[in-house]
C-alpha cells in the first residue's frame, strides 16, 4: 500500500493565494515558493510516499504565450517543477526509496483553461499523431530534469492515453502511471467505457500503475470493480466530491475528510494507491494514512 498526496494547487488556494490560471502563475518565483512549501507538507507532515510536480497545466505553448518566454526558457520553467519537488523531498528529509516525485502529465483540454479537461471535448479535434506531437516535449524536459516517474493524469479519454503512451514509447526507460478523470461509475469524462480504457493502458511495460483520479468519491467503488485481473498497481485519487463549474469548486465537502467511509470498499476492490486530487488537502492526507494503518492492523 501506497499513501500519495493530495491536491497541491487547492491547497494553495485554500491558502488564499489566487492562482486559477496556472498556465500563467506557475512561471513565477512566488508560485514556485508556495509549491516547494506545500510538497513538502504533503511529504514531511502528511507522510505522503509520492508527490507529483505542479508541472500538469503548464506547457511550453503557454509558458511562452503568456510570459514572453523562448522555448528554452520554458522548458526549463518545465524542469524546474521537477528540481524543486525533489528538494521539497529533501527538506523533509526523505529520499527517492521513501518518496516518489512523479511529474505530472495533464491531458492537453487543462492548458486551454476553459474547464475542457473535464469533458474531453477537444479530443475529436486532434489526431493521435497531433496529441503525441505536443505532449511530447514536456514529458522530454520533465524526463530530462529526473522525475521518478510520470504522473500521466486527470485523462479524459482513452485516444489521448494512446496518444501520450506513444510519446512515452521514445523514452524507453522511462515508468509511468495512468489515471482517468471520470464522470460516473462507468464512463470517462468523455465518454469511454473505463473498462476499456484501462485495458488500452495495461499492456504498456512502461506503465506501472493505472486507475482514476479528480473524480467524486461515490463513484470509485464501481469503477474499481472495472478493472481488469493484472499485474498493475491501482490508483485511486479522488476529488472531495465537489463541482468544477464557471472556474470554480461549487458544492461543500461532506465531512472533515470526505473519503473515509469509502476506504475499506477501495481496498477490498484493489485500490493499493491511495491519495487525493482537487479539495484534498494536507490534513486529509494525515487522516488518510492513520485510517489504512489501522485497517492494516486489523
Known amino acids: ?8 494547487a487547492t491547497e494553495i488556494c485554500r491558502q488564499g493565494f489566487d492562482i486559477e490560471v496556472r498556465a500563467i502563475r506557475c512561471g513565477q ?51 524546474k517543477s521537477v ?10 528529509g526523505k529520499g527517492p526509496s521513501e518518496v516518489l516525485v512523479a511529474a505530472s502529465v495533464g491531458p492537453y483540454g487543462a492548458i486551454l483553461c476553459d ?24 514529458m522530454a524536459a520533465l524526463i530530462e530534469a529526473g522525475a521518478d516517474i510520470l504522473a500521466i493524469e486527470t485523462i479524459p479519454a482513452q ?8 510519446a512515452l ?21 468523455y465518454g469511454d467505457k473505463f473498462s476499456l480504457a484501462v485495458s488500452s493502458v495495461c499492456s504498456n511495460s512502461q506503465v506501472i500503475a493505472v486507475g482514476l483520479n479528480c473524480t467524486p468519491p461515490q463513484y470509485v467503488t464501481s469503477l474499481l470493480r472495472q478493472i481488469p485481473d493484472v499485474q498493475k498497481d491501482i490508483i485511486v485519487k479522488p476529488n472531495s466530491g465537489e463541482i468544477w463549474e464557471e472556474a470554480h469548486w461549487k458544492g461543500k465537502r461532506d465531512s472533515e475528510f470526505p473519503l473515509i467511509e469509502y476506504i475499506p470498499d477501495w ?14 488537502f494536507p490534513y486529509d492526507i494525515v487522516s488518510l494514512k492513520k485510517c489504512l494503518s489501522e485497517y492494516s492492523a486489523g
Open 267 to 280: 481496498l477490498s476492490s484493489g485500490a493499493t494507491w491511495i491519495g487525493g486530487c482537487c479539495r484534498i
Open 115 to 138: 474547464g475542457s479537461e473535464y469533458s474531453g471535448q477537444y479530443v475529436d479535434k486532434l489526431s493521435i499523431e497531433e496529441l503525441r506531437d505536443w505532449h511530447r516535449p514536456r
Open 83 to 92: 528540481h524543486l519537488a525533489k528538494e521539497a523531498r529533501s527538506e523533509a
Open 159 to 166: 485516444k489521448e492515453a494512446t496518444a501520450i503512451l506513444l
Open 29 to 79: 518565483p512566488e508560485f514556485y515558493t508556495l509549491n516547494q512549501l506545500f510538497l513538502k507538507m504533503f511529504t514531511k507532515e502528511a507522510g505522503s510516499e509520492l508527490v507529483v510536480t505542479a508541472s500538469y497545466q503548464a506547457s511550453v505553448d503557454g509558458f511562452k504565450k503568456h510570459l514572453g518566454v523562448s522555448e528554452d526558457e520554458a522548458l526549463s520553467l518545465l524542469k
Open 1 to 8: 500500500m501506497k499513501v500519495l498526496d493530495g491536491g497541491t
Open 169 to 189: 514509447a521514445d523514452f524507453p526507460s522511462t515508468r509511468a502511471y495512468v489515471t482517468f478523470s471520470c464522470k460516473d461509475g462507468e464512463h470517462t469524462c
